[in-house]
């Protein structure tokens, strides 16, 4: 029986392949938009907090029965989930694949994107499938982390004068265990010597990565929803099949999706005319 879609769909400010960062297989969203990757993983701990209690019982289970029992249905690193149930001493790593909940997220084009495209195009939509802590994100998506020397350069506007899929990585952020930023890495939200530690901070506050490998990535040819628009201007909206209906259309792109149809169809839609993909 297929699990109840829950939609998360927002206004995208600008689309440079860095937010998300659709390559290498795998869509991220690792910065940016921190209260939807911040609800996703809350919402997760809270199912996975339930399931414990009610399979295991806190006050009848060891600590080292309930990471035995807890392994039935997390595939992965579940300590920090112990932990948070038991109020144990806090391990900032989780890495889990979500395997009986459906949450996507839907990136539409905001006022400036549709200034080159069809306003609330679909620029893209994912399946979460795995959440990731920046520590772990870190260490397990080299590949995601931007090649700095294009951002050593002097650009007028970095985006428009990108050419490579290798400069867009959003395996930025190198934090330590107090969630302290070690090293960060230029790129489109750090060109040069920008850092902001403000903007870090937002990013951090997200308290997870989240990963899809089911996903679909329009960019530049961004899919025209017609007279789609999002409920309201707020930071985002909340989609469900009970509550507040996913457009049939939207839905239809979940179910191709879901077929494993192509990832990645378009360039990002701020990128140079040259700009090649993987």
């Avoid at 879901?258 to 701020?270: D, F």
Wanted: proline share 3%; charged share 30%.
């Amino acid at each position: 029986m297929r699990k109840e879609r829950k939609l998360y769909a927002y206004k995208m400010t600008h689309d440079t392949g860095f937010a998300p960062n659709p390559y290498f297989g795998v869509c991220t969203l690792a910065c940016c938009k921190p209260r939807i990757r911040r609800g996703i993983a809350n919402h997760l701990k809270a199912c996975c907090k339930n399931k414990i209690k009610a399979e295991v019982g806190a006050k009848s289970w060891s600590k080292a029965d309930c990471m035995a029992r807890c392994n039935e249905y997390l595939s992965s690193e579940h300590i920090s989930m112990i932990n948070d149930v038991f109020d144990l001493s806090h391990n900032d790593k989780f890495d889990w694949k979500i395997e009986d909940e459906e949450f996507w997220v839907a990136g539409f084009a905001g006022k400036y994107l549709s200034k080159k495209i069809a306003p609330n195009s679909l620029v893209y939509l994912m399946k979460v499938t795995d959440i990731m802590s920046f520590t772990t994100y870190w260490e397990s998506f080299k590949e995601k982390r931007p090649h700095e020397n294009f951002f050593l350069k002097q650009h007028k506007n970095p985006a428009l004068e990108n050419k490579s899929y290798l400069n867009c990585g959003d395996n930025i952020y190198d934090i330590n265990d107090k969630n302290e930023v070690k090293r960060v890495l230029r790129s489109f939200h750090y060109v040069q010597d920008t850092f902001d530690k403000s903007t870090a901070d937002k990013d951090l506050s997200g308290e997870c990565v989240l990963l899809s490998r089911k996903y679909r990535y329009f960019g530049e040819d961004a899919l025209n929803m017609g007279n789609f628009e999002l409920k309201s201007d707020m930071n985002h909206n909340i989609y469900n099949e009970s509550d507040s209906p996913i457009p049939t259309k939207i839905k239809d792109i979940m179910d191709d999706i879901e077929a494993g149809t192509e990832s990645v169809i378009g360039r990002p839609i701020q990128c140079h005319s040259e700009f090649k993909g993987e």
